[in-house]
């Protein structure tokens, strides 16, 4: 009787605050020892043993972070997870629990919300998380979604900003740009969706980056890679805003200079074609796209053996001396100064 069978919309206010939260959070399970009390009580209660815990938190508002025209509920809901646990991974630790609250505005109907949690529900078991509490609440515009992720980690692995010495090297993870050209094609589909409704979007030839932007994950499997290696970063972070603005953070908070070369930056093939395509220089896109979720590290220079030939990593700079500043070298050899935006062209040395 909630249900309209018709429309296969189920009206959240017929549903109830707590049936809601019954209903999205009954078919999660606790897979982690340190999670003594998860879902059920006014607290849940953690218990890491000798481990420091490691937390962090996000909020993603409608129309400002997300925009439902274009990014399906289930992919969202994995997004707005993996993005909270790549800050975790940031940090060189493991996730192991979550929480989630929404605010939700009434023209969104049960399935729409039973949406969201599967892709919550995805990211949890992918990631091996437990989804431990949250809070449900109605808006009176659009959605709202907050995720806080803990974590663990022994506390001499944990990897700060602050902590890279002049001469470290610089690494990434993966490949860089893939999101942001997603993003450029989904926003391009958009617009002529808006012309001709009935069009039909040939996305296969763009199935990578579609997918990075839509899909991203987050490298769960570096901190271990890590270990395995026998290698302790000594400064990470992710890479949310993009490179550019990532080795700023890292430069500042340990207060040194980076030397950046161009012909190091890892780039897919098809982030290559498309920036051709799109008539942007895919070097911009690395530096300043951002939404990639790649860890962004620097390992002593006696590390370079371990480090070297991985394909998981590339190395693509060094640190230098404070006062040498943050550059990019050029494939034609200039050296560049990084902004947050990128880079500033007006600037050559
Ligand atoms: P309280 O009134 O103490 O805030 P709630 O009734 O809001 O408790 O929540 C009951 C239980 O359900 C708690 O364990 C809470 O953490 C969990 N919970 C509430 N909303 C959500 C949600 N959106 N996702 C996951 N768990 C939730
Ligand atoms: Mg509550």
Redesign the pocket.
């Given at each position: 009787m909630l249900e309209d069978k018709n429309q296969g919309r189920t009206s959240l206010e017929k549903l109830g605050?707590?049936g809601l939260?019954d209903h999205?959070?009954k078919e999660f399970t606790i897979q982690h020892e340190s999670t003594v009390k998860?879902?059920?009580?006014?607290?849940?209660v953690l218990d890491f043993k000798y481990k420091k815990t490691v937390l962090s938190t996000d909020l993603l508002i409608e129309g400002v972070h997300f925009d439902l025209s274009y990014v399906p509920l289930k992919h969202l809901g994995y997004k707005a997870v993996v993005v909270n646990l790549s800050d975790i991974y940031a940090m060189n630790a493991t996730a192991t629990q979550i929480?989630?609250?929404?605010a939700v505005s009434n023209r969104f109907p049960l399935e729409a919300i039973e949406e969201l949690y599967a892709g919550i529900a995805l990211a949890c078991k992918k990631y091996k998380v437990d989804?431990?509490?949250?809070?449900?609440t109605s808006s009176t515009t659009g959605l709202l979604i907050s995720i806080t992720a803990i974590g663990e980690a022994n506390e001499e692995n944990i990897a700060y900003r602050k902590g890279a010495k002049p001469n470290d090297l610089l690494v990434v993870s993966g490949d860089l740009g893939g999101a942001y050209m997603g993003l450029q094609v989904l926003e391009r589909e958009k617009e002529v969706f808006k012309v001709n409704p009935n069009s039909q979007p040939d996305l296969e030839p763009y199935s990578y980056i579609v997918e990075r932007q839509l899909k991203p994950e987050a490298r769960k499997d570096i901190s271990g890679l890590l270990q395995v290696l026998g290698v302790q970063p000594t400064s990470m972070i992710d890479i949310s805003d993009g490179l550019s603005s990532e080795i700023l953070h890292l430069c500042k908070n340990s207060d040194v200079g980076c030397n950046l070369y161009e012909d190091k930056i890892p780039l897919d093939p098809t982030v290559i074609s498309a920036c051709e395509e799109f008539n942007i220089d895919s070097t911009m896109v690395a530096l300043s796209g951002g939404e990639d979720y790649e860890l962004l590290f620097t390992v002593a220079q006696s590390d370079f053996d371990k480090i070297k030939g991985n394909p998981n990593l590339s190395i693509i700079g060094h640190m230098t001396d404070a006062s040498e500043g943050a550059h990019l070298i050029t494939r034609g050899d200039t050296k560049i100064p990084l902004t947050a935006q990128g880079w500033n062209s007006f600037e050559s040395e």
């Open positions: 605050e707590f939260i999205l959070t998860g879902i059920g009580d006014d607290a849940a929480t989630v609250s929404i989804l431990i509490g949250g809070d449900t």
